[in-house]
């Protein structure tokens, strides 16, 4: 995740609106959910999180060893190919000058949807993170080889679980480069961009003893607002609206790929927790992440899903 603010925490009442009550939080190994194999869920990022990642920067062995792992795992939970592949290479001008070519590739897999109308539900997380620096791996668990790990548990469940609408799963490199591979993907999607109805964006959704998660976004988009407060009441952790007020230093509406789908009219939200010791900090590694809120939190992005799916037609 990139964070341009100056971080420090607000008073509760100034920086999010409540919308479920809290409950206890808990790092019981592995935890359990009646939903999904947690303990694969916790492997995938335990994988994507090692050393031998070398931290995934964009460009680099590490980065492609983490892109072959997502491509490995799109396969085996179901996820169809787009196009010719699961890898959507993009380059953009980068380097100190500004003026040097780099590369990065995105990986993309679908499932199809009961409808017909074929309106993308489209489901990100980026893989990239920061690399090696000064001989120290920077493995980025939270960021994000949390969201990243949990497009595969709920790409499973919806390929065991139909929705109507179809489902777009991308996994983004390049976000630590200023968001390269979403402004690709939104640049020359693989499918039709007028098909491409809604964003849902996970970066840093692993590591949160508080068990808060945040939704950014409905600010500026009230319509999203409704659905969200109906997975809230009921949720396993507290979801919170909040973090993309412009007039307070911690607005998030620019700081991950959902800015992207955002800056293209494209409807949008980011969901994340306040990760703010570790974030870019070689302390950010599996074995500090909060396992029990992770398991929760994505137990909470299965039922956005489904909720969206549901309520879809009603955003056009």
Do not use: C
């Amino acid at each position: 995740m990139i964070r341009r603010r100056l971080l420090f925490v607000l008073p509760v009442l100034m920086l999010m609106t409540a919308l479920a009550a809290p409950r206890a939080s808990t790092q019981a190994a592995p935890p359990a959910s009646q939903v999904f194999d947690a303990a694969a869920l916790l492997k995938d990022l335990q994988i994507l999180s090692a050393d031998d990642m070398q931290g995934r920067e964009i460009g680099t062995p590490g980065g492609e060893k983490a892109r072959s792992y997502i491509v490995e795992r799109f396969r085996a939970v179901g996820l169809q190919p787009v196009g010719n592949g699961y890898s959507w290479p993009f380059t953009f001008a980068g380097g100190r000058a500004g003026n040097q070519t780099r590369s990065g590739v995105n990986v993309v897999g679908r499932l199809p949807g009961t409808k017909p109308d074929g309106r993308y539900i489209v489901i990100t997380a980026h893989y990239d993170h920061i690399g090696i620096r000064n001989g120290v791996v920077f493995n980025g668990a939270d960021d994000n080889a949390s969201g990243t790990a949990a497009l595969f548990t709920v790409a499973a469940y919806f390929k065991a679980h139909p929705t109507e609408h179809p489902l777009l799963f991308v996994a983004f490199d390049g976000e630590e480069s200023n968001l390269r591979g979403a402004a690709a993907f939104v640049r020359e999607p693989p499918v039709p961009a007028a098909s491409l109805a809604l964003n849902l964006n996970m970066d840093m959704i692993g590591r949160e003893p508080g068990d808060k998660l945040f939704v950014v976004g409905t600010r500026t988009q009230p319509a999203l607002l409704p659905a969200i407060q109906r997975v809230a009441a009921t949720a396993p952790i507290k979801l919170l609206a909040g973090h993309d007020d412009p007039g307070q230093k911690e607005d998030w509406t620019k700081d991950s790929d959902h800015y992207a789908f955002m800056e293209a009219k494209i409807p949008a939200l980011y969901f994340g927790v306040e990760d703010f010791d570790q974030h870019h900090k070689a302390t950010d590694d599996f074995a500090t992440i909060t396992a029990g809120f992770y398991v929760r939190a994505v137990e909470t992005m299965i039922a956005v899903v489904r909720e969206f799916d549901a309520t879809l037609d009603t955003l056009r």
